[in-house]
């Protein structure tokens, strides 16, 4: 297994770094030890930013120079004591020391915190994180050393400079913790570089001050540092730039405690100098710190809750608004509506935005529905409010009925313009339905939705609710409740219809029509109770409920040896658009033992026109063995295009061109033409609603070999079973 160039050399200079204290402390080896390993981070830098190309190149060039600068200021240090045999204090190895904080501190803020960045949460909190690591530094060096007068000015103020740049590389390095967009793992590592270096000048610090360093695992800190930041150098996701995101000023567990710990230590300082020695007590320093913590949390606290109260405004805003179009939504409509004294309600629902989404996408559909909003919104009256209660269904709100029939004239013609979207020009339709004469919101509704569900059925225009309009909705509803007892109690049946060879009459397949029988009511025509089930989703199990109840009885007409060659079954737009439908006819097929070229899956022209799922379900169908068939043809879009971008397989007349095909003249005409476009496309025709011998010798004349009708049989149960037939 090929080990990553970034863990490979983690492994190895962490080792090396936790192998240090066996070296002899303060010996040449000792020296030569460390040098090697804070130069090899140096070159891990390099060859990192080489190799991996950051756009950010420079702030980690900047980071290399600082870690150079800083080994330097080793070398210098162990060339001087090996030549003088001591260190004069102070000397050119701490102007390169000093030099480096500088350096590091600029690359770490860069790098950590890009341009943009307005995460003042996480500001607060590195300055808190700072402001506690400075009062350590300030009471146990800084101020001790200030009041050392006998030194000379010289030595103080490079005594005081370490600590002071510790904090200021401290707020670097705080704002890589506290921040969010940091979570890389080349910031992590150079994150955790950086806090073990300041926790080993943290130590070398406190402990320099009481003459009580000798070197060693201190020493073995700073190199575990160098190992971390050659390894954030060469891990490829150093590449990225810190993204500049507006972050939620959050207060995890993991960040409360440590801010908390930080915080406590003015407390804890003066608790410790209390214990130590009352009267040395930095009342000054300890007072500042604690007041500039308070201070700090202070505003954090406030930030919070303004962070709070934006949230809750921006919550409340979506809660009444549909992100989508900008518009009001369903519930913001609704309490305007109840606070209205004689609303009048239009209720606008899309003509063709399903087919637009199954053909082109959602991301279309989201786009056409945003236009169709801004098209709303610039024909409405000052005093009207538009909404959007959800799908392609919009509402709009009007204080005065008179206006009612004008806008919605004026919004059924915008809405039909041409909409650009997707790289489109898309054309969708509105029915329209108005309401009002009611104090009841909820009824102004239902009476509006009542009113658009009749626009729709007139061919897409505007209605008015009158209150013979609830009449046919009753039924409706109250049909659409009987077909769910229907499904369950098993009202339904198949029968099925013969398709014959002309001019012989031999069956070569049937096709599988559903039918009702009510019990209270008796028989349901399908063109009654098919329309309902297709408008209230039903139609879905009713169609998996038809195709395998016809496989099942195809699959014990073969084992009777009395199965046509193939059976039909019709199938909905609703049924092709549903996902996992071709799934679930394989499964079908296999569950019934039934092959798949022995059944024909009928579709209509207008299931199939609008594209999308449907279109791609019939390709699977044919990809799975299932024969296409085009049921109704010449009374929908008629469009011949759909004859060459879908497979089909066989072309079904409709009977309204049949039916005068005896009559000389132009009757004929229609028929004739389908079946040499049948022919020409290599596609089997099949002639509908036969119910005359004259009717079936002229197709057969014309070039007809299949039919179908009464005049070859009518649907029958399955009881009557079909001669045996071949291809």
């Avoid at 009007?398 to 790289?423: K, N, Y």
Wanted: hydrophobic fraction near 50%; charge should be negative.
């Amino acid at each position: 297994m090929r080990v990553p160039a970034w863990a490979g050399w983690l492994v190895v200079a962490i080792i090396a770094a936790l192998c240090f204290p066996l070296v002899p402390d303060d010996t040449v080896p000792a020296k030569i030890y460390v040098n090697t390993v804070g130069l090899s981070s140096v070159a891990a830098m390099i060859v990192g930013i080489v190799r991996n190309r950051p756009e950010h190149w420079r702030a980690w060039a900047l980071f290399a120079a600082g870690v150079l600068t800083f080994v330097s200021g080793d070398i210098t240090y162990d060339i001087t004591e090996l030549r003088l045999g001591e260190y004069p204090y102070p000397y050119w190895a701490d102007l390169l020391y000093l030099s480096a904080y500088p350096l590091l501190w600029a690359s770490l803020s860069r790098l950590g915190s890009p341009r943009g960045d307005r995460d003042r949460g996480a500001l607060i909190d590195a300055a808190i994180i700072s402001t506690g690591i400075g009062l350590i530094f300030w009471v146990s060096v800084v101020g001790p050393t200030l009041a050392d007068t006998g030194a000379p000015v010289l030595e103080r103020l490079v005594t005081i400079g370490y600590p002071l740049a510790d904090v200021l590389l401290t707020t670097a390095v705080a704002r890589m913790l506290t921040r969010a967009g940091n979570r890389t793992p080349s910031m992590r590592l150079m994150a955790v570089g950086a806090v073990i270096m300041l926790t080993g000048d943290l130590i070398y610090t406190t402990m320099s001050s009481t003459a009580e360093y000798t070197g060693g695992f201190v020493d073995s800190g700073f190199l575990m540092a160098y190992a971390c930041w050659g390894a954030a150098a060469l891990h490829p996701s150093m590449r990225r730039r810190a993204d500049t995101v507006l972050d939620v000023q959050r207060l995890g567990r993991a960040r409360l405690a440590v801010l908390t710990a930080f915080v406590l230590i003015a407390p804890g300082l003066l608790f410790l100098q209390g214990a130590g020695d009352p009267a040395g007590i930095a009342w000054a320093s300890l007072g500042t710190g604690a007041v500039v913590l308070c201070l700090l949390v202070v505003m954090r606290m406030w930030g919070l809750v303004h962070q709070v109260r934006l949230q809750a405004s921006r919550l409340g805003d979506l809660a009444m608004h549909d992100p989508l179009t900008g518009l009001a939504n369903r519930r913001a409509f609704e309490e305007q509506l109840g606070a209205a004294d004689t609303p009048t309600v239009l209720l606008l629902d899309l003509n063709g935005f399903k087919a637009v989404n199954d053909r082109f996408g959602h991301a279309v559909g989201d786009e056409l529905l945003a236009a169709v909003a801004q098209r709303l919104v610039n024909e409405l009256p000052p005093d009207a409010v538009a909404a959007r209660m959800g799908g392609d269904e919009f509402a709009v709100l009007l204080p005065a009925a008179e206006t009612a029939d004008d806008l919605a004239v004026r919004l059924r013609s915008a809405i039909h313009q041409p909409i650009h979207a997707g790289g489109q020009d898309l054309l969708v339709g509105a029915s329209i339905g108005i309401a009002g004469d009611s104090a009841d919101p909820v009824e102004v509704l239902r009476r509006a939705d009542v009113a658009m569900y009749a626009a729709k059925a007139d061919g897409g225009r505007h209605r008015r609710y009158t209150a013979d309009l609830d009449a046919g909705t009753d039924e409706e509803a109250r049909l659409g409740a009987e077909l769910r007892t229907a499904l369950d109690q098993r009202e339904f049946h198949l029968v099925y219809q013969p398709i014959v060879e002309l001019p012989t009459g031999r069956c070569v397949a049937v096709e599988s029509l559903v039918r009702w029988w009510h019990p209270d009511r008796g028989y349901i025509p399908p063109d009654v109770f098919i329309p309902v089930a297709e408008r209230n989703g039903l139609i879905v199990e009713l169609g998996e409920w038809i195709l395998r109840t016809a496989c099942r009885q195809y699959a014990d007409w073969w084992r009777q040896g009395v199965a046509p060659y193939r059976f039909g079954v019709n199938v909905s737009a609703r049924q092709l658009a549903e996902p996992g439908f071709v799934s679930l006819v394989a499964a079908i097929l296999a569950e019934t033992g039934v092959h798949p070229a022995r059944l024909i899956v009928e579709v209509t022209e207008t299931a199939v026109f609008g594209g999308g799922a449907a279109v791609r379900a019939v390709h699977e169908l044919t990809e799975l063995g299932v024969e296409i068939a085009l049921d109704d043809f010449g009374t929908g879009h008629s469009s011949l295009g759909l004859l060459q971008t879908l497979p089909v397989r066989i072309l079904k007349v409709d009977k309204s061109f049949v039916e005068n095909v005896t009559m000389a003249g132009r009757h004929a005409v229609i028929a004739t033409s389908l079946v040499h476009v049948a022919n020409g496309l290599g596609l089997v025709a099949v002639a509908e609603g036969v119910e005359t011998a004259e009717q079936a010798a002229e197709l057969y004349r014309l070039g007809y070999r299949r039919a179908q009708g009464y005049h070859f049989g009518r649907p029958a149960m399955a009881q009557i079973t079909p001669e045996t037939a071949t291809a």
